[in-house]
């Protein structure tokens, strides 16, 4: 089976600007969660979509948003950039049952200028 | 509450020696206990996973021993190896909470298998 995908793999954009990240689960899989990585905060959970619903939020400002297909790919968007968006953002899937086991993409490296 | 804490920051270990890493939470409601395992340049990978209703857990070369009423769960790897040198991540989620999706992870452990 083929992993989870995401692309693009790498991505500049200036300030101020809106991106959107594409993420393709592992077929099957119908959860698609999304997390923001960096050095000084670490791994933070931003949302989880379940069959085209949000289904959990982390603390994160409503700049940042998701969606998600009835193929279970997932997008997640986030709106007027700031230098602080700076990020690895990592998607992962999960069939949910019997375990909520995720599996991470190789992520998008976001750089802000 | 949310939390979990990981320590220690990096651990470096001899070839052939056991490498600790410990974690903590405060959140009763978490039952799912996942360990990951970073290269640089990769997502994390899912190494081993536990539910609080065993106290240990292994799979190969990796241990994860469980302590509920203490709330702290650790990773083991027996016998290291150079190429186990990664960043090794505790997580957390309440599953039964309809939250398992939503993992809370540690801080992280930069792990150095010296040969």
């Known amino acids: 089976k083929a992993g989870v995908t995401q692309t693009p793999r790498y991505l500049i954009k200036t300030r101020g600007q809106q991106v959107t990240l594409s993420c393709s689960p592992i077929?099957?899989?119908?959860?698609v969660s999304w997390y923001q990585q960096t050095p000084g905060q670490g791994l933070q959970f931003l949302f989880e979509?379940?069959?085209?619903?949000?289904?959990n939020k982390g603390n994160f400002p409503g700049r940042f948003s998701g969606r998600q297909f009835s193929n279970s790919r997932s997008e997640m968007n986030v709106s007027t950039l700031e230098l602080g968006d700076s990020a690895l953002y990592l998607c992962?899937?999960?069939?949910?049952?019997?375990?909520?086991?995720?599996?991470f993409g190789p992520g998008t490296r976001l750089t802000v200028t | 509450q949310q939390q979990v804490k990981q320590s220690p920051q990096s651990l470096i270990v001899q070839k052939g020696g056991i490498s600790i890493i410990n974690c903590a939470y405060e959140n009763t409601a978490f039952d799912y206990f996942p360990w990951y395992q970073q290269f640089p340049g990769k997502g994390p990978a899912l190494l081993i996973a536990?539910?609080?209703?065993?106290s240990e857990k292994k799979e190969g070369r990796f241990t994860i021993s469980f302590n509920k009423s203490a709330k702290q769960f650790s990773l083991h790897i027996m016998d290291s190896q150079p190429g186990d040198s990664a960043t090794y991540f505790c997580?957390?989620?309440?599953?039964?909470?309809?939250?398992?999706?939503?993992?809370?992870f540690g801080q992280g452990t930069e792990l150095s298998v010296k040969p």
């Open positions: 077929s099957g899989h119908r959860s």
């Open positions: 997580a957390a989620s309440a599953f039964g909470h309809n939250q398992g999706g939503k993992l809370i």
């Open positions: 992962a899937s999960s069939l949910v049952r019997p375990d909520y086991e995720q599996y």
């Open positions: 536990i539910r609080p209703d065993v």
């Open positions: 979509y379940f069959s085209e619903t949000q289904r």
